[in-house]
T-cell receptor, first 113, second 115 residues
Framework: GNSVTQMEGPVTLSEEAFLTINCTYTATGYPSLFWYVQYPGEGLQLLLKATKADDKGSNKGFEATYRKETTSFHLEKGSVQVSDSAVYFC????????????FGTGTKLQVIP | GAVVSQHPSRVICKSGTSVKIECRSLDFQATTMFWYRQFPKQSLMLMATSNEGSKATYEQGVEKDKFLINHASLTLSTLTVTSAHPEDSSFYICSAPESSGNTIYFGEGSWLTVV
């Protein structure tokens, strides 16, 4: 089955710093890849997604590129804000459909002023 | 657009009682829904696959008699935590793939606290 590995947190950055959260996956076939964000005390929100190799997902200044050759989907943002403080989950779905989602362990990001 | 609604968002119950969480697909039909659980400071783990009109499929290690899943219609799946204990306190969230298979939607999640 699929698996997702993401860097452990917590990650603490100063406001306006550059963010990278690494994520790699294992899967048979061609999974779709996602980043979800969970703000404190809230549910899960889809941040961005990519459905095929070399696709770049982007939203709210965050970006991630589906790299098949390195089986990676690293999340980046050029300048983080305090409001970006949250837990970020990398995830994949099984090839061929949007069914079960496999999540990484989550990375807590704390941005300090 | 299509969304998945989950209710209640937060619930507190006493030990030994049962609590039901609803997951509804709005604007689309979902023959399959998924239930996940998030332990404190951990990731979300798939608990079970809810199948409309048939029994749910549980992941290994999930007690089917404790976590009752009913998918009685194409827009509603329910998770009932029976005889709840404090260790059942967790964040439960459902998801439903849209019928076209192109998009998967998550509910807002439900925070359960058992006291």
């Amino acid at each position: 089955g699929n698996s997702v590995t993401q860097m452990e947190g917590p990650v603490t950055l100063s406001e306006e710093a550059f963010l990278t959260i690494n994520c790699t996956y294992t899967a048979t076939g061609y999974p779709s890849l996602f980043w979800y964000v969970q703000y404190p005390g809230e549910g899960l929100q889809l941040l961005l997604k990519a459905t095929k190799a070399d696709d770049k997902g982007s939203n709210k200044g965050f970006e991630a590129t589906y790299r098949k050759e390195t089986t990676s989907f690293h999340l980046e943002k050029g300048s983080v804000q305090v409001s970006d403080s949250a837990v970020y989950f990398c995830a994949s779905t099984n090839s061929g459909g949007y069914q079960k989602v496999t999540f990484g362990t989550g990375t807590k990001l704390q941005v300090i002023p | 657009g299509a969304v998945v609604s989950q209710h209640p968002s937060r619930v507190i119950c006493k030990s030994g009682t049962s609590v039901k969480i609803e997951c509804r697909s709005l604007d689309f039909q979902a023959t399959t829904m998924f239930w996940y659980r998030q332990f404190p400071k951990q990731s979300l783990m798939l608990m079970a696959t809810s199948n409309e009109g048939s029994k749910a499929t549980y992941e290994q290690g999930v007690e089917k008699d404790k976590f009752l899943i009913n998918h009685a219609s194409l827009t509603l799946s329910t998770l009932t935590v029976t005889s709840a204990h404090p260790e059942d306190s967790s964040f439960y969230i459902c998801s439903a793939p849209e019928s076209s298979g192109n998009t998967i939607y998550f509910g807002e999640g439900s925070w359960l606290t058992v006291v």
